[in-house]
Antibody, heavy 117, light 111 residues
Framework: QVQLQESGPGLVKPSETLSLTCTVS????????WNWIRQPPGKGLEWIAY???????NYNPSLKSRVATSVDTSKNQFSLKLSSVTAADTALYYC????????????WGQGILVTVS | QSVLTQPPSMSGAPGQRVTISCTGS?????????VHWYQQLPGTAPKLLIY???NRPSGVPARFSGSKSGTSASLAITGLQAEDEADYYC???????????FGGGTKLTVL
């Protein structure tokens, strides 16, 4: 059974870069899309980006200028970088798998809270 | 403001049926993109509840069902139980944004 686990700093200073990694266990990364989704405290969900196992990417237009993703299938990991962060980027960040770029997300990681302060 | 519109809150008594709506537009649900639903219990990650409009993943009770028509979709929960108290989100794809989109979420309270 595939499991995802986010990791990274829980506190980032304003104007700096947020960096997170998602480690995939229990299955290969091949043939799947790997997504980042965030949820500000007490608010709804926002899709950030996906990266295909081969490296192709798609980003939310509202974040595109600040987002970068990468994948390392040899380590079963993919990563997110969000630059020039502000307090508005404070959120629970989730990683999740999908079968296609326009598909549902399952499973999800447990999430990691990143505070910008 | 979310691209998909859901009622912020709903409530129902145990045993009742509730229906949560998700309204989109011609660039997402109306364009034929599928709708998926998630349940988020307090303090936990969202869990897939319905995929491709009306399909339940293994382990999801038959009390949960989904439907889609035109530019809208609905999640129905019958025989409401206390454990169903959670936030529910719809999700689809938008061709104008070229990305996945979520509804704002509906907080369901079991009275």
């Amino acid at each position: 059974q595939v499991q995802l686990q986010e990791s990274g700093p829980g506190l980032v200073k304003p104007s700096e870069t947020l960096s997170l990694t998602c480690t995939v266990s229990g299955d290969s990364m091949s043939n799947y899309y790997w997504n980042w989704i965030r949820q500000p405290p007490g608010k709804g969900l926002e899709w950030i980006a996906y990266i295909y196992y081969s490296g192709s990417t798609n980003y939310n237009p509202s974040l595109k200028s600040r987002v970068a993703t990468s994948v390392d299938t040899s380590k079963n990991q993919f990563s997110l970088k969000l630059s020039s962060v502000t307090a508005a980027d404070t959120a629970l960040y989730y990683c999740a798998r999908s079968w296609r770029g326009d598909d549902w997300f399952d499973p999800w990681g447990q999430g990691i809270l990143v505070t910008v302060s | 403001q979310s691209v998909l519109t859901q009622p912020p809150s709903m409530s129902g008594a145990p045993g009742q049926r509730v229906t949560i709506s998700c309204t989109g537009s011609r660039s997402n649900i109306g364009a034929g993109f599928d709708v998926h639903w998630y349940q988020q219990l307090p303090g936990t990650a969202p869990k897939l509840l319905i995929y491709d409009n009306n399909n339940r993943p293994s382990g999801v009770p038959a009390r949960f069902s989904g439907s889609k028509s035109g530019t809208s979709a609905s999640l129905a929960i019958t025989g409401l139980q206390a454990e169903d108290e959670a936030d529910y989100y719809c999700q689809s794809y938008d061709s104008s944004l070229s990305g996945s989109i979520f509804g704002g979420g509906t907080k369901l309270t079991v009275l």
